[in-house]
């Protein structure tokens, strides 16, 4: 019907508009941002519905000269999918934002870009183009550093959205050369072209895709931007940190799968990348000694695995797990900010025993954590299970092995502290003063989520698999009933034993924390600014000293010869006219010499010229 | 007819209020203000009634406005001014940031009639230079600028305000000396001798001898390259932008370094499409550089304008990338090489807008505490959140955001140069990055923190220290320095309807980046075609 592309224009401009209009109006649009925020996305999810059945393709015009240029929109299968995900995970995290805030918190600039990021997600899931997609991821980096530095006046806080900005946007440089790549191979700027590029541009673009993705969704080695992005309030990290933009670069390289394939080295790069990740972050997240933190690692494991789907070419299984990871990664945001308002700590010392406190968030809470330790039948095992079953490689398939099982310890190592009986000596309000409770509506949205992130396990029933196949449109190798078993079995086991483990060792932990894995193996090192920062102090002296100096030499120089030309002038020019003239004054001088006034030597005078006359006419004639 | 009145409305009302005796104070600027405004109508006037064509048009044909009147005959020199795709909007630019300006100096209590008057004569000058399709005219509108740049810098400048005019002038007099001797070159190297744009595009001079073409190529080059200023050549820049009054600093940046690069392309190309094809590579790789080069510099800045000073050799070494890319006519398809053309001109427009507001946001805090310095000043989103989020827009802006037209203009460079020259591209994309580090760099040391102000300091100026008491019993006067524990207070109205229009046309450029792009690009694609002959 007609309605489709103006609903999937209206999915964008709409929360555009809406955060626009809130940061114009200040702190006095406090009052009513949470509702027009909540409302927003209650409609967008209304519209998400009709664009997901209908399914249809827009354009607005921006750039020329070239196809592709305009702002392209398109739904397909894997775009409605993550459009689903982000309405409905948009929804859920936007009613515990406005819960968990704070009263007295400037609401209007949180829920300004907050919606601003949201319309942000919609463009880059549906962006058919390389303009629309880069506009798209990049106003959501934007959003995301001023919604991690959104407690400006705290310290650290810009600071750790300045280095997530400057990290994802050093990924994003990737995304220009390959826009370049796309219009010097396909002769346009057409997102679905790009496998049919020619030659080499098909590799650079490839590579600059590929850097743009690993990069925004955390994976190595740009991970420790994800780390600091923890800074920002809860609901930032549930839905952005977690749920949608870190997953913007697993689907971006879905999306691009085919060019991944078509250039062979891309896809098995990727592929490895994003199982190291799961592997390596995995460990990281065990060894961490605060809730977020892990939750951080854990989230870039996860999304590790999508990345090593889009490298096999398990699309449908990737966007599963996209779909799956974010539901469960919400709910555990929301609780660890729910604890975090209630207890005032995020560390997991505070925390023991925290799934007992308060019994709904508990509940929700461990079964969101179950499923992220791939435990069957909950929804990451399923999922999990579809990304690995299009793995090919024993090398591969074992380092994917060894990451689901990570995920299970540290799952395991989460519900040891969560579930422990709380000895009453926690060190609690470490961060702020917690209020000791838990509003309904919190509650609410974190049991949803949790009901998503168990429910989604029956993606391992096949008519079900093959169904999201259908939508997604991508044909998977779908997991037999032996590799779900052993999976399960593998996933179980993991769990069971770290659980025993973890907690008959606490020393065990706390060496692990204070191991390199605890420091995240100093990934933070590699996003340092000194180095470029000491290039360009030696840039600006450089430019002082010798660029600047070259050119005031210069003009020492022309102000030198100038005073020696002035005194050439003086004393050579000049001085030959005054020569000339003191020879004048010599000459008139001698002249008067012989005006004695003596009539005999007159005589002589005159007869002395008579005769040199008289020589001279004789020799001319 | 239109565009002579535009040409000279400026300068028209600067001899109003010159000889005209009552005209003195605020009265000066309202007259400078209405004049500003009365320009933008006429050339928002020229704009909509301005057909751009379809395809390629302008530079040789479908000039708008076309004046075309004799006036040196031996040389076949004359008053030939139109308007076309490359021209129209960086004479918007320059309207727009004209009335910027006299906005903001509402509050000039500094010789008001003669600044004003001296805003007028080099808005003249800055029009004329770019609506003249004659060499000898753009000539000299090219040197009136200089001259009445001077002026302002050295009159209502701060710190080595004199020193740094000097500076600016002779380095740039010397580049157009340089500058018309290329011209005289191109006249010399027609079989038809003129001055003439639009005759020596139509029939380019030097043909037939590369190496004449080379040098002419080289003078030209040079010339245009100190003004707009390209590595090495930039060092006037810093010191000029330091040591200039806000308002200056904003017409300096935003219009003064664009007849460089409108030079580039309106001159260099079309006029001399086998030189700048041989030496095309030449802009790339300068212009890479000035984009590393001031990015770089700019970070290690101690100094706010001197630090925006340096970025724009960065933006404009973006323009010279794009430029360049658009003579590899062997290497890259004539599409590719027109979006960099198209990248080139908007990023002209953009820059202007972003760094005219940076600049003039700049001029704010030197009216608050007579300090650049970032050291001295700190966590000012507290006292003063509007100024933060125009700083915060302004910066976001200048390092190429999407949603920006500065993201329009690099993306299109960087896209169109990519198939020419990767490897310089390449390169220049890490200048995004670094700006990025510098302009968060520069939020993060002014708005947030703790909150500093300079402290007070032994001012000459009347209007900032109160006279204190005579002490009582006749003796000498104490003259009490009064501490000024002045706050940063917020941005006043006049203030922000100086700033805000500009960040808003930034912001509507970059949205909708049709309204620009329909002019700019069959004149960008005419170019490209031009500069392939």
Redesign the interface.
């Known amino acids: 019907m007609t309605a489709g592309p103006g609903v999937l224009i209206a999915l964008i401009v709409l929360p555009a508009a809406v955060g626009i209009a809130l940061l114009l109006t200040?702190r006095r649009g406090d009052r009513w941002a949470a509702p027009a925020a909540v409302i927003t996305t209650v409609v967008a999810l209304a519209g998400a519905g009709i664009v997901l059945a209908d399914r249809p393709r827009t354009s607005l015009?921006?750039?020329?000269?070239?196809d592709g240029g305009d702002l392209r929109f398109d739904v397909d299968g894997l775009s409605a999918a993550l459009v689903g995900l982000v309405a409905v995970i948009s929804l859920l995290v936007t009613w515990f934002a406005a819960a968990d805030l704070p009263p007295e918190a400037a609401r209007g600039r949180f829920f300004g870009f907050f919606l601003l990021f949201i319309a942000g997600m919609y463009a880059t899931v549906t962006a058919a183009t390389?303009?629309a997609l880069?506009?798209?991821?990049?106003?959501m980096g934007?959003t995301s550093?001023a919604l991690i530095g959104y407690r400006?006046?705290e310290?650290g806080k810009?600071?750790a959205g300045?280095r997530a900005?400057?990290t994802t946007?050093?990924g994003d440089?990737g995304l220009?050369?390959a826009?370049?790549?796309?219009?010097?191979g396909t002769?346009g700027?057409v997102l679905g072209d790009l496998p049919t590029a020619e030659g080499g541009?098909q590799h650079?673009a490839a590579a600059g895709v590929l850097v743009a993705a690993l990069g925004k969704s955390a994976q190595l080695p740009f991970s420790a931007w994800l780390s600091g992005a923890m800074q920002g309030p809860s609901a930032v990290s549930a839905l952005l940190h977690s749920a949608t933009m870190v997953a913007a670069g697993g689907y971006l390289l879905l999306r691009v799968q085919p060019l991944l394939e078509a250039t062979g080295w891309a896809a098995a790069a990727a592929a490895w990348s994003g199982a190291l990740t799961a592997l390596v972050l995995g460990a990281i997240a065990v060894a961490q000694r605060d809730l977020k933190q892990l939750l951080a690692a854990s989230t870039a494991a996860q999304i590790g695995f999508v990345v090593l789907a889009a490298g096999t070419g398990a699309v449908a299984g990737g966007s599963a797990q996209l779909v799956a990871h974010a539901a469960v990664k919400a709910a555990l945001f929301v609780a660890a900010g729910a604890w975090l308002t209630s207890l005032g700590t995020k560390q997991l010392a505070g925390l023991r025993g925290a799934a007992r406190r308060h019994r709904g968030i508990g509940a929700a809470a461990s079964v969101a954590a179950l499923a992220l330790g791939g435990i069957p039948p909950l929804s990451l095992w399923a999922t999990k299970e579809q990304v690995l079953a299009g793995t090919d490689g024993t090398i591969l398939r074992v380092v994917g092995f060894a990451a689901s099982a990570m995920s299970a310890v540290y799952a395991a190592r989460m519900l040891t502290v969560l579930l422990a009986r709380p000895t009453g000596g926690e060190p609690l309000d470490a961060e702020e003063p917690g209020t000791r409770r838990v509003p309904v509506a919190v509650t609410v949205v974190a049991l949803v989520l949790a009901l998503f992130a168990a429910g989604l396990g029956v993606l391992a029933w096949p008519p079900v698999a093959e169904a999201f196949d259908d939508v997604v449109g991508a044909a998977g190798a779908a997991p037999g009933l032996s590799e779900l078993l052993l999976g399960g079995l593998l996933a179980l086991a993991s769990f069971a034993a770290s659980f025993l483990i973890l907690r008959a060792r606490p020393a065990l932990v706390q060496s692990l924390e204070d191991s390199p894995l605890g420091r995240w193996v100093g990934l933070g090192h590699l996003l340092s600014?000194r180095p470029?920062?000491a290039?360009?102090?030696a840039?600006?002296v450089v430019?002082d000293r010798v660029?600047?100096r070259?050119?005031m030499g210069a003009?020492r120089v022309v102000r030198r010869a100038a005073s020696y030309v002035a005194q050439a002038d003086g004393r050579i020019v000049d001085g030959a006219v005054r020569a000339t003239a003191r020879g004048f004054r010599w000459a008139g001088g001698v002249a008067r010499r012989p005006q004695t006034g003596l009539v005999h030597q007159y005589y002589v005078q005159v007869a002395a010229g008579l005769g040199f006359l008289l020589v001279l006419l004789l020799v001319v004639r | 007819m239109l565009l002579t009145v535009v040409i000279l409305l400026p300068v028209a009302a600067a001899a109003v209020l010159l000889t005209v005796p009552r005209l003195t104070g605020s009265t000066a600027t309202w007259v400078w203000v209405v004049a500003s405004l009365a320009e933008l109508v006429l050339i928002a006037w020229m704009w909509l009634r301005f057909d751009p064509g379809t395809g390629a048009a302008g530079v040789t044909g479908g000039l708008g406005y076309e004046v075309d009147v004799q006036w040196i005959p031996t040389v076949d020199a004359g008053y030939h001014v139109g308007v076309d795709g490359l021209s129209l909007p960086l004479l918007g630019l320059t309207a727009v940031l004209f009335l910027a300006c006299a906005i903001w100096s509402l509050r000039q209590s500094d010789r008001p009639r003669m600044h004003a008057a001296a805003f007028l004569f080099l808005e003249t000058a800055c029009v004329g230079a770019f609506a003249a399709l004659d060499l000898i005219l753009f000539f000299v509108f090219f040197d009136l600028t200089i001259v009445a740049m001077y002026f302002v810098i050295a009159g209502w400048g701060h710190g080595n305000a004199r020193r740094s005019a000097l500076k600016f002038f002779?380095?740039t007099f010397i580049g157009s000396l340089a500058l018309l001797i290329g011209f005289i070159g191109l006249f010399l190297g027609g079989e038809t001798r003129t001055f003439d744009m639009v005759a020596l595009a139509q029939n380019p001079p030097l043909t037939d001898s590369p190496v004449a073409g080379g040098l002419v190529l080289l003078a030209i080059g040079i010339g245009l390259g100190i003004k707009t200023p390209v590595?090495?050549f930039?060092?006037?820049l810093p010191d000029a932008h330091t040591d200039a009054p806000a308002a200056g600093s904003a017409i300096l940046a935003g219009v003064l370094l664009k007849l460089g690069t409108y030079g580039f392309i309106r001159i260099a190309m079309p006029i001399l499409p086998d030189a700048w094809q041989r030496w095309a590579m030449v802009p790339v790789v300068i212009g890479v550089i000035s984009v590393l080069?001031g990015a770089?510099?700019?970070?290690?800045?101690k100094d706010v304008k001197r630090m925006i000073a340096y970025t724009s050799v960065n933006h404009m070494g973006y323009v010279l990338l794009g430029l360049g890319a658009a003579g590899l006519a062997a290497d890259?398809?004539p599409?590719?090489r027109?979006?960099a053309t198209?990248g080139a001109v908007y990023q002209m427009v953009s820059h202007g807008l972003l760094t005219g507001a940076l600049f003039l946001l700049a001029g704010i805090l030197w009216s608050r505490g007579r300090s650049y310095a970032f050291n001295e000043w700190g966590g000012l989103?507290?006292p003063a959140?509007v100024f933060a989020a125009l700083l915060a827009v302004a910066a976001?802006g200048s390092l190429g955001?999407?949603?920006f037209a500065s993201?329009?203009a690099e993306?299109?460079v960087?896209?169109?140069?990519?198939?020419a020259a990767?490897v310089a591209?390449?390169t220049a994309?890490?200048g995004?990055?670094?700006t990025?580090?510098l302009f968060?760099?520069t939020l993060?040391r002014l708005?947030?923190?703790t909150t500093v102000v300079p402290d007070d300091r032994t001012d000459t100026d009347t209007d900032l220290t109160e006279p204190a008491d005579a002490v009582a019993g006749g003796a000498t006067a104490t003259l009490a320095r009064p501490r000024r524990d002045q706050q940063m207070t917020d941005v006043t109205a006049r203030e922000v309807l100086a700033i805000a229009p500009l960040l808003i046309l930034a912001v509507l450029l970059g949205l909708f980046?049709?309204l620009l792009?329909?002019v700019i690009?069959p004149a960008a694609?005419m170019v490209t075609d031009l500069v392939s002959r």
Do not use: C, M, S
Not at chain 1, 134 to 139: K, R
Not at chain 2, 296 to 301: D, G, K, N, P, R
């Open positions: 200040g015009p921006f750039l020329g000269l070239v390389v303009p880069l506009l798209a991821w990049e106003v934007a550093y400006w006046q310290p810009l600071t300045t900005f400057l946007r050093a440089l220009y050369v826009a370049g790549a796309t219009l010097a002769g700027l541009w650079v600014a470029a920062l290039v360009a102090r840039v600006a430019d660029v600047d070259a050119v003009a | 002779i380095y590595f090495p930039h060092t006037w080069w770089l510099a700019a970070l290690a800045q890259a398809d599409q590719a027109a979006v198209v989103a507290r959140p976001f955001l999407p949603g993201f329009i993306f299109q960087f896209t169109g140069a990519l198939q990767p591209t390449i994309v890490l995004i990055l670094i990025a580090g968060l760099n993060q708005l947030t923190g980046p049709r792009l329909d690009e694609v």
